[in-house]
């Protein structure tokens, strides 16, 4: 079992290795993409049921012992991560071969979007804070193609700040790491999580810091995510929901794990985290609504939700821990569906202005569903996927007396109902006011092409399906926040 | 550690933070690489200081901390690899506009001016900013050509 735990990241590797090999036949570089991201996504469930069963599954790459060698773990919320990880990327990359546009075909897009899965895949699974800081690079100088491989004025321009914002983030996690090292002298995780109670607890707290703020830069947490709704938009339709589905929740992941793991309970940040999810939630959820544009107004809302996930990180028991990672699981999914609707949106009206778009709830009756289920799954509508998180979250708020950011969370899903409708009174139902910006589509009963129709309503059908297990995934849930509450049993896996 | 990195550090953190907040790319460049300098001479000044740190050369207790010198490398290579992108990236923008300078995003110009009050206004003003940007971008391609 622990030989599978590094193909996540190498099967990826080789497949991009592959696919700059085979650039002029797209065909097989296709096939080899959608195969390598296949067998991700079985080994990711493989190891999900073996980090459950046996408890947290470690390997020493190269043989050499913790905490001297790079330790690859995967524990049960690792697991649950990686897992959507890989069915996000596998979906966008069959949504990606089935849009038409010049972008899909550029000769790099192939192997740079599997060395952004080997980077995310390596994100979930190291179990040391430099070879996490060589992950999100790897992830990010993909993402960082990805978003500008037209070219295009504004791709560059947008492209510029998130370059150079991600970049001041990598020098602040650097910078990080030296302190780190130079207080501990370690940069292993489970590691860390021993020698951090031996430190003073003003520098621990210093640490949680610290670390917020770099991976709060990653995530998107106020005051820090300007880059985000500027720099989403303007990448190619398929690209933007990966980023929006995935890049987002892998620096929340990074915030939960250094958070739980290596700061101690005494220093941890908790009045911090609670008031910076609150601002996050309000201003994020503000700033969609103030928007226009399909894509702008979406992009704010993972703003206004990674509030709710941080939420949950703040109030630190085991029932709000559990909340968060189960919306983290929803908001994945229901994100990057409601992005590859955004893209069909575009395709069929010719843009993602909402003044320029109408009636499509007759002209494409399909993307009219397809886009109604996640927004309202989204708004944590009764019964689907995203009310039992919410639900969760809120009752975890209630027991633990934190009544302020409870009602900051519940205004702010509101407000998300009242953003998401903007776009389907404006899209759907009412005539369009402007004439349209690019050419639309002709559309068949579909609504699009079946292979951009195809994963979008897997992905629909997976929030669904998310809706009806919540028992057992909540129960999933629930281990795995056990689990991080209390890490001996992940200290104890990796030092043996 | 040794209060000369301590300085160096800080004074390059200055300068790199200072050139970050120009609106000029190049500036920003070169900021950015000051910068991680900074976070690099902070790594290195985590270990311990000594001599060479081989085998057999000396007692290991007088060698330096070979791994934070492992990992500014990597830092080091990873900055490399960025910020060559960035060169390119800021190559592109000189060819598309003829500047140096950091465009503003068009909406957000609007949003933040207040001149948003419906959504008719909205579209008119986009649509004329566009145009400016057309123009000015038209005017870079004919311009190259002509030279």
Redesign the interface.
Known sequence: MTQLIPLPVVIPLIAAALCVVTGRWLVVQRTISILALSATTVISIVLLIGADREGPLVMQSGGWEAPLGISLVVDRLSGIMLTLGSVMLLAVLIYAIGQDGAERNHVVFQSTYMILAAGVGASFIVGDL?TL??AF?MML?AS??LL?IG?R??Q??????Y??IS??A???F??A???L??ATGT?NMADLSRKMVDLPPGVASMFGVLLLAVFGIKAGLFPLFSWLP?AYPVAPGPVTAVFAGLLTKVGVYAIIRTQTLIIPPASRPQTLILVVAGLTMIVGILGAI????VK?ILSFNIVSHIGFMVMGLGLFSEASLAAAILYTAHHIVAKTALFLTGGLIEHVGGSS?L?SLGNMVRTAPVVAALFLIPALALCGVPPLSGFIPKLALIQAGFSQREYAIVIVSLVASLLTLYSLMKIWVGAFWSPA??PPQGIPHRVGRLGGPPLMIAPTAALVGISIAIAIAAGPLYDLCRRAAAQLIDPMAYISAVLG | ?SILLAVTAAGLAAVGTYL?LQRK?SR?IIG?GL??H???V??????RPGIEPLIGLADDREMSDP??QA?AL??IV??F??TA??LA??F??WQ??HDDE??N?A??VL?AAGV?KS??V??EQLAEVEIE?EEA?LEAVHGEVDE
């Open positions: 430099f800081f060589v690079e100088t960082y193609v500008t070219g004025r504004e560059i321009r947008a492209g510029m700040t370059v150079v970049l001041i990598s020098t602040l650097v910078v790491l030296g302190l090292y130079a940069v500027d103030a928007q226009d544009d702008r202005r003044s006011v402007d | 550690m970050i790319l920003i950015l910068l991680s900074a976070g690099n902070l790594l290195l000044s985590g270990g791994l934070p990992l990597t830092a990873i900055t690899g960025v992108f960035l990236m800021a592109r923008s598309l506009t950091v465009e995003d909406t957000d949003v948003i959504k008719d909205l579209d940007q971008a």
